[in-house]
């Protein structure tokens, strides 16, 4: 079964800081994809990034990074010099199908706050 | 470039009245749509998706249903509201094609009263 984990609830951080937000996710499947959401407090969700499991290079966007490593099935968010702006609730979810529903997995989100 | 609508964008009802929400998809064709709840703190939690016109497959049971009566169009409704609907409800699209992103909307916010 499909399972992703954020045990990090809440984060806060002043601002310039840098902060990584945890990822573990468990599955069997050996093709699966990975994401990224940011949830501002207008509610939407707004992509961030996708990484199939066979890349396990690491990306950089900016001030935002990411480590996909599969020995230790996590997928763990950085973001560089934080800004008020960076303030949201930041999910990562799973995804096993490439045909069908595609349906995503999501873990339970965490919170960060950025203080200025 | 694709867009994504939902309405109403917030909603106060009264316990057992009716619900109709909608998520209208703009640029595409043949999405897959997807209706997700998420309850205050929580996570997101699957409701139904849609793979295509009159095609829904629903994850949980409960009082709550879904249509898609045209290609990108995608109906969540209740017959009669429990307060445990309250909640923030997404609707999401994706192609149809190998890629596997998910684009959400910006919501609508439900409250049972």
């Known amino acids: 079964a499909q399972k992703v984990t954020q045990a990090q609830t809440e984060i806060s951080v002043v601002e310039k800081e840098d902060v990584t937000l945890d990822c573990v996710y468990e599955t069997r499947d050996t093709t699966y994809y990975l994401f990224w959401y940011k949830q501002p407090p207008s509610g939407e969700l707004v992509f961030l990034i996708r990484r199939n499991s066979f890349d396990e290079q690491n990306e950089i966007s900016g001030r935002y990074s990411w480590n996909f490593q599969k020995s230790t099935s996590s997928f763990n968010f950085t973001i560089t010099a934080s800004q008020v702006v960076d303030s949201a609730v930041y999910f990562c979810?799973?995804?096993?199908?490439?045909?069908?529903?595609?349906?995503?997995?999501f873990g339970t989100g965490t919170r960060l706050t950025v203080i200025p | 470039s694709q867009t994504i609508h939902q309405w109403p964008a917030t909603l106060v009802q009264p316990v057992g009245s009716p619900l109709s929400l909608e998520c209208t998809v703009e640029?595409?064709?043949?999405?897959?749509l997807y209706w997700y709840r998420q309850a205050a703190g929580r996570g997101l939690q699957l409701l139904f998706y849609?793979?295509?016109?009159?095609?829904i497959s629903s994850e949980v049971p409960q009082n709550l249903s879904a249509s898609r009566p045209q290609d990108r169009q995608f109906i969540l409704s209740s017959k009669k509201l429990l307060l445990s609907d309250s909640g923030f409800y997404l609707c999401a699209w994706r192609t149809g094609l190998s890629t596997d992103t998910q684009y959400f909307g910006p919501g609508t916010r439900l409250t049972v009263l």
């Open positions: 849609s793979v295509g016109i009159g095609q």
């Open positions: 979810a799973l995804s096993e199908d490439q045909t069908g529903a595609n349906n995503l997995f």
């Open positions: 640029g595409t064709s043949n999405p897959n």
